[in-house]
Structures are given as structure tokens and as C-alpha cells.
């Protein structure tokens, strides 16, 4: 494993550090491999041009199709702005596969100097602090301008530290919203123009949808953990895990088998047998989006971002957008949802000058007219106020009727303690047991109550295990 | 016997010829299966930066946990089914092309392919065809009345990676079932025949014994693949779930590591991978060399 990583990455070494001759600090790795590396990493780069005066700046990202060559797009937009530095950005798998190869290349000393990591990723980000330059810093070492306040406030809360340092750079924010089939809407006859806005509509709404025939199932979602689980807890101002949701430290505890929390998975259960709702799979729930588009199912709750392959696939259909649903018997003012998405990390152990290039970059990343674009283009949230504003200057929202629905929803109200996110050291693996118990759920081995509770336990023996191995 | 001998006066020259083999085992084989060893024993963050020795923690760990149980049995299930199913499928093949006399090239060679197919091919194959939602086969179910869904069902999942790793085994042990019939020699069968033995007689009483060193190398064989290939297969059409209902060993190894990051848990199951390995291949060298003989 430890070989392939390191041959998998060599070309990745920055030419700055090969010229100045810097092997970078031994961490315990054998020589042995180093010099491996080492090797192939030369025999290539001598094989490349030899005189090159940009410095490099390698980026790992994990958008792939269409949203891959917008970001490709982004990169040779910053390279044509200005010949010092080259941004390249390589595609490393999925998101998870992204943090496994960087952890990997960091251990191998072979890392990247940005990395995209996903919201899921960002407790293990900030639980490594030796591997990361918080990008606060990163500005104000090389003299690049830096507003916290610019940025959106859900944003800012959800990746700043405890004293409310910024860490990482955001790039493609989303929040889950809800799309609905307006064409089945219509020929169950109901108002394509009223979606439902609690979850009792919802209910109502899919029951008519099946009975008239007009879809064989009302709704289906994406990320069952993050959307019915965590930001449902969001939006009902319920809370998620101690220590505010895992802000406050990492001896916090899961605590997501609360009421709301419980009945919501007995109602999902109960329409499950019933055929209003189906299951699209754990994980991102990959059998959601066809489910959808093609018309099986007449509501889909998925992340912002799903809004670009929406518009695609629904070809012979009409979308309508719109928030989440909530329980008007919890609350009759929902709380804003929460983020999705990822940030870019700037890995630590590299040259000054990268650094500076990287700095740079991030600048011309957040500049509003990159931002609008990557936002328009993909769905993904607008994440400074000044790329909303230009939006709203351009017309777009006005030309494209729903696409503000999710900033609309993750600025609404004040956040609490509980709609400002979460953050837990190795959620990837948490939220996989909540998968697993929802399955158990549904498969009817378990109640609501008994997947939830099974699912907090387990979720707090893997935070104990991230708590020892990071203290 | 006595055998020519060549002596060789250099005593460095056989040890050079040897270096780059000795080499490639080194590097890519033993020098890997240490450092699981010694990860097993230790709790690190996933970058390396807090490392504790712990001794067996992450071995007394592994067999209290619920989840790994679960996947020890599911394991043994799945290597079992996939085992029984692909050799007895393959034996009916062989023993079918074996009787047909002028297209038995043909057959062979269409019986082939699915081996030429990698893994994850196979494995989105069959997720295509079973899919819950756009998969022709629940399709076709729900017309019998049956309601196939493995995203939900842990035994319909389990069902679903056994056909399809039994699948792409078929080719390979039909091939073996092949050759070792073909050596089978006839005048053996023919003397039954004469002797009044009906084709079922002659197969369980002479074939059958006759082929038993080939069966017994399949079922080695068999089981290693169903253990240790298959992730391939179960990472495209189950990702070992439903709620872990196909999490077999060698892929909670991998979520365990690569997707959770808990590389000390992943190192100490991949060790008793490992051991799982040399056991195997040990009674296949002191079986299969040795006492599977006519």
C-alpha cells in the first residue's frame, strides 16, 4: 500500500522543492522508500522540461464530470491571470478516496499543497494540526487581503475553530434542499406551484401522488445520515452531540436519538412499507437520483449541488424547488439548515514560495465573479456575500426561479448552538453506522428507537477511539 | 539416483542471481506484512503524528466487537456458498462439454469469458441487473410475486454477491474439471460400461474418485478467491451492506482502513488475514501434494 502511494505520487513532488535541493523532514519513513521515491519523482521531472521558472502548486480535488472541468476551468483561469505560479489540479477519486490518498502522501511526505476535503473530513482536518496551514494564517503570512465577515455566516461558523479562525478555504458549500416533479404534481391534482412545507404535506401530498396513480412513489433522498438525520436535528433546533454539536471539543458525545429525531425515523419506516418513501441506497443513496428523474419518485431531497445533474436528467419533466419540510408540531420557525460540501486544505511542509502562490490562488478563488460562476454553474452555495450579491445584480436568481432556494434556507433566522453545524472526529465512519441502522430499520429487524440508540452507541465508541488517538 | 552434478566455485554468483527476486518479495511482500504486524499493535491518528504501542488491544477489541463477529460468519457463509456453487455448476459443465463431441471447442470457449471479465466489471454487471429501481431481474420478480430489494434485505444482498462471485468462478474451475476429465482414462469408464454400470454409476464411482485431486486443489482454490478476490465485486454491487449483511473480512479491512481511517483495527484484521492465508496454503501443500493421489 505504502509503495503504490508513494508511486502514485511522485509526480505530484513541487518543482521548487526538488531545485532547492530540500528533502523534506524524515517522519520515521524508511530511507528505503524515500530513496525510491525520490528516484522516480526525478527520473520524471528530468524527463519534463528541464528549465521551469513556475513554481507549482498541486491541488487534489474530487470533482469529477462536469463540475471537474468547471474547476479545471477556475485553475487555468488563475494560471492565465499571471505567470509566476501553475495550479495543478489533479482528480483523486471520490471524496473519501481524496483524504485517504493526501493522509497517505502526507505520511509519504509526498502531500499536495491544497487538498479538497469534504465537510465530513473536517474534524480529522482540524484534529491534525501539525499537517495543516490554517489558511487565516496563510493569507496574513503572505500579505493577501482576508475577511472572515465576507464570507457567508453558516460558512464561517461551520469551519472556523474555537476562537473563530477560519482554517480552511471555502470553495463548494451546498445545503440539501428538496426537489419535486411538478408534472406528477399536476396529475395528481395538486398545485405544481405549492410544494409541501411540512412534513405532514409531504405525507398528504405523496399519499395523493400513489393513489392517483400519478407516481408509484412519493419521495426519495440522498444522504439519509446528513439530510434526515443531521440536518433535519439542524432545522428543529435539536441538538446532535454534546459540547455543541462537537464544537467544543472532542470529549463530546452523540446525542441524535431525541424525540423529533425518533419519530421522524418511525415515520420514515412507516412510509416505507407503505411505498411513499423509498430507500436510495446509504452513503449518497445512489439509486435516489434515477429514482427521480425518471419519475418514479415525485419529491427528492438531495444536496444544492445535485441541482446542475437535476436539470440534466429531467428531461421530460418540469422541477420545482424547495426547503426542507419540518414537523409544524416541533417548531413553526425551522432553523437554518445545514453545510454540506467541501473546503480546500493547505497541507503544511512546503516551500514559502508555494505558499505565497497558494495565497494568491485563494484570493482570485473568492473573488465574486469566480465565485457566482462556480455557484451558478453547479448549485453549489454562493459562499461569499459578495458572489450573492453579484448574482442578485446579474438577475440570475430572478432568470432562474429556485436556484436561490438553498442560500434562502441556510441564512434564514439566527443559527443556534444546534443549527451551526457539526463536527465530530471520524464521522465518515459514524455516519456509515447510521446507515447500517437505518437499513436495519427499514429490513424491520429494528424500531426507530432502537437503530437511533444502537446508532448513538456505536457513534461514541468511534469518537472515544478518535479522542485517544488524537490526545 | 545420482544426478550430474555443476559445481559452481563462485560462492557469491548464486546469491546475485537470487538478489532480484529476493528483492521484489522483500519489498513488496514481507517488508508490507511487517509493518501491518507492527501497526497492530499500535493506535495512530490517521497522519502519523501520535503513535501508541497497545499491545493486543486492537486483537481483543476486534473479537469482542459485534460487527467483526458478524463478519467472521457472513464470511464463512459467503466462501461456503460461493465454493459449493461455482464447482458443482462448473463439474455439471465439464461433465456436459466432456460428452459433446464436435462443438466441445466451442462451448469451452464460451464458458471462458466470464474470466476474462475483472471484478468490479462483474460487479456493476449484476448490480445493473439486480437494481432495485431500474435492474431488469426485480423487474421480472415482481411479476412472480417476489420483492427483490438488497439495498434493504441482507439476504437478498447476500444472494446477489454469492451468484455473482460464483459466476465469475464458473470459467476457472471448468476449465480445471476440463482437463482433469479429459485425463480420466477411458478404457476405465468403457470396462464399466461393458460391466453394465449406467452413465450416474460410472461418474460416482470412477470419475468422481479419479478427480478428486482436481476438486481438492478447486476447493483450495475456491476458497482463497471467495475470501480474498472478491472485494472487487462486493465493493460494486453491495459496498458491504445492506447493514453489513455482505461485509466479509477482506472488504471490512478496507472500510475499516482506507474509508474510516482506523488503521490500527484495519492492520490487526488484515494480520488475521493473513494467518487465515498461510493456513490455507499450508494444507493445500501438505493435502494436495500428497495425499490426493490414485
Known sequence: ?471 | MQTKRTIFPNKLLPYLLLTPQLAVTLIFFIWPAAQAVKSSFEREDPFGFRTTFIWFENYTRLFSEATYLNSVGKTALFAISVTLLSMSLSLLLAVAVNRVLRTNRLYTTLLVWPYAVAPVVVGILWWFMFNPSIGIAPYLMRGLGIDWNHRIDGTDAMLLVIMAASWKQISYNFLFFVAGLQSVPQSLTEAAAIDGAGPFKRFWTIVFPLLSPTTFFLLIVNINYAMFDTFGIIDATTSGGPAQATNILVYKVYADGFLGLNIGSSAAQSVVLMLIVIALTAVQFRFVERRVQY
Open chain 1, 1 to 471: 500500500m505504502n509503495i503504490f502511494g508513494c508511486i502514485g505520487s511522485y509526480g505530484c513532488y513541487d518543482l521548487g522543492e526538488i531545485r532547492d535541493g530540500e528533502v523534506p523532514a524524515n517522519k520515521g519513513v524508511s530511507m528505503f522508500k524515500k530513496a525510491l521515491c525520490l528516484s522516480a519523482g526525478l527520473a520524471v521531472i528530468m524527463a519534463a522540461t528541464p528549465a521551469l521558472a513556475q513554481t507549482e502548486i498541486s491541488w487534489w480535488h474530487a470533482m469529477d464530470a462536469e463540475l471537474g472541468k468547471k474547476l479545471e476551468e477556475i485553475a487555468n483561469g488563475f494560471n492565465e491571470s499571471q505567470s509566476e505560479f501553475k495550479v495543478v489540479p489533479t482528480y483523486k477519486g471520490s471524496y473519501p478516496e481524496t483524504l485517504t490518498a493526501a493522509i497517505a502522501a502526507f505520511r509519504a511526505n509526498e502531500q499536495p499543497a491544497i487538498v479538497q476535503v469534504f465537510e465530513v473530513g473536517t474534524g480529522t482536518m482540524m484534529a491534525a494540526k501539525g499537517a495543516v496551514k490554517p489558511v487565516y494564517q496563510l493569507m496574513e503570512e503572505n500579505g493577501e487581503p482576508w475577511d472572515p465577515s465576507g464570507f457567508l455566516a453558516p460558512v464561517t461558523g461551520y469551519y472556523s475553530d474555537t476562537d473563530g479562525n477560519i482554517l480552511s478555504m471555502p470553495f463548494n458549500s451546498s445545503t440539501p434542499i428538496m426537489y419535486y416533479n411538478k408534472d406528477v404534481f399536476e396529475k395528481a391534482g395538486l398545485d405544481p406551484e405549492t410544494p409541501p412545507k411540512t412534513w405532514a404535506e409531504l405525507e398528504e401530498m405523496s399519499r395523493k401522488i400513489m393513489e392517483s396513480g400519478a407516481a408509484p412513489c412519493g419521495f426519495t433522498t440522498g444522504w439519509v445520515s446528513w439530510v434526515q438525520l443531521e440536518n433535519l436535528s439542524a432545522i428543529h433546533d435539536q441538538p446532535y452531540g454534546t459540547l455543541e454539536n462537537g464544537f467544543g471539543g472532542l470529549g463530546t458525545e452523540f446525542v441524535f436519538n431525541g424525540d423529533v429525531q425518533t419519530k421522524h425515523w418511525e415515520n420514515l419506516k412507516k412510509w416505507a412499507d407503505e411505498g411513499l418513501f423509498e430507500y436510495g441506497g446509504p452513503v449518497g443513496g445512489a439509486d435516489a437520483p434515477p429514482k427521480f428523474y425518471s419519475g418514479e419518485c415525485a419529491i427528492y431531497m438531495n444536496s444544492s449541488a445535485s441541482r446542475a445533474g437535476v436539470i440534466n436528467n429531467a428531461k421530460d419533466f418540469e422541477v420545482g424547488f424547495a426547503p426542507l419540510p419540518y414537523y409544524d408540531d416541533v417548531t413553526t420557525d425551522p432553523k437554518n439548515s445545514i453545510i454540506g460540501g467541501a473546503t480546500l486544505w493547505v497541507l503544511n511542509g512546503k516551500d514559502p514560495e508555494v505558499y505565497k502562490g497558494v495565497a494568491q490562488f485563494f484570493t482570485y478563488l473568492s473573488s465574486p465573479e469566480v465565485q457566482a460562476g462556480w455557484h451558478q454553474f453547479t448549485g453549489y452555495l454562493p459562499v461569499t456575500n459578495a458572489a450573492y450579491e453579484l448574482g442578485q445584480e446579474q438577475g440570475y436568481y430572478e432568470e432562474n426561479p429556485g436556484s436561490d432556494v438553498a442560500i434562502k434556507q441556510i441564512t434564514r433566522g439566527t443559527p443556534t448552538a444546534n443549527s451551526k453545524g457539526v463536527r465530530f472526529g471520524n464521522l465518515t465512519q459514524v455516519r456509515t453506522v447510521i446507515d447500517e441502522e437505518f437499513e436495519a430499520l427499514l429490513a424491520g429487524n429494528k424500531t426507530a428507537k432502537e437503530a437511533l440508540d444502537a446508532a448513538v452507541e456505536r457513534g461514541n465508541q468511534i469518537l472515544r477511539d478518535f479522542e485517544a488517538a488524537n490526545s
